[in-house]
């Protein structure tokens, strides 16, 4: 948090395979939550591009920070974790996570129910509100809500640039070649 509040927080943009960094994290996610009889099922919308430019490390930070909290932050065990992306134009995009989970009557009688829509999300602890920061470095935002059905719902959303496959390629031999 401090770096992010003194400026010192760099986001850099650097190919890399978004696909292949989801898989890797939900195999962490697996791992983690296996122990804590909990799960965050990831769903990969077609949308999303395979390569973009981005800052992997940031995105691993927030990702993995939200992933940390949500399970408390919306006192559920099964929660849902879409990946989904706007297109812009001259390749830019819109990253969207999405996490989804619907309240269930042992979990209402567990947890009163609470105006998510109302609540500023960096209020639930420090993880939260660096996830905040580092989604709007990244030009994009948190935010949460809850449906008609009770279904609640965190979407984190962040700007990337989508890197075409000769770009990647011509980055991959760049970095191998060195």
Same mark, same amino acid.
């Given at each position: ?16 395979? $978004?696909?292949? =960094?989801?898989?890797? #994290? *939900?195999?962490?996610? @697996? +791992? ?63 990253? $969207?996570?999405? =996490?989804?989970?619907? #309240? *269930?009557?042992?979990? @209402? +009688? ?69």
């Amino acid at each position: 948090m401090s770096k992010i509040e003194s400026g010192e927080l760099i986001v850099k943009s650097v190919p890399f395979d $978004l696909h292949g =960094f989801l898989m890797r #994290i *939900d195999d962490i996610l @697996k +791992a983690q939550n296996m122990s804590k009889n909990r799960t965050i099922t990831l769903l990969i919308d077609p949308s999303v591009p395979h390569f973009i430019n981005s800052d992997e490390l940031r995105i691993q930070q927030f990702l993995m920070a939200l992933c940390e909290c949500i399970h408390e932050l919306y006192a559920m065990k099964n929660i849902r974790l879409t990946v989904k992306a706007h297109s812009h134009q001259l390749n830019t995009a819109t990253l $969207l996570f999405i =996490f989804t989970g619907h #309240i *269930d009557e042992q979990a @209402k +009688a567990e947890a009163p129910f609470v105006d998510y829509i109302s609540k500023d999300i960096s209020q639930y602890s420090t993880q939260m509100a660096m996830v905040k920061e580092v989604c709007q470095l990244m030009k994009g935002d948190v935010s949460l809500g809850v449906t008609n059905s009770g279904e609640k719902i965190l979407t984190a959303a962040i700007k990337i640039i989508k890197t075409t496959n000769e770009q990647q390629l011509t980055y991959q031999a760049d970095v191998f070649d060195s």
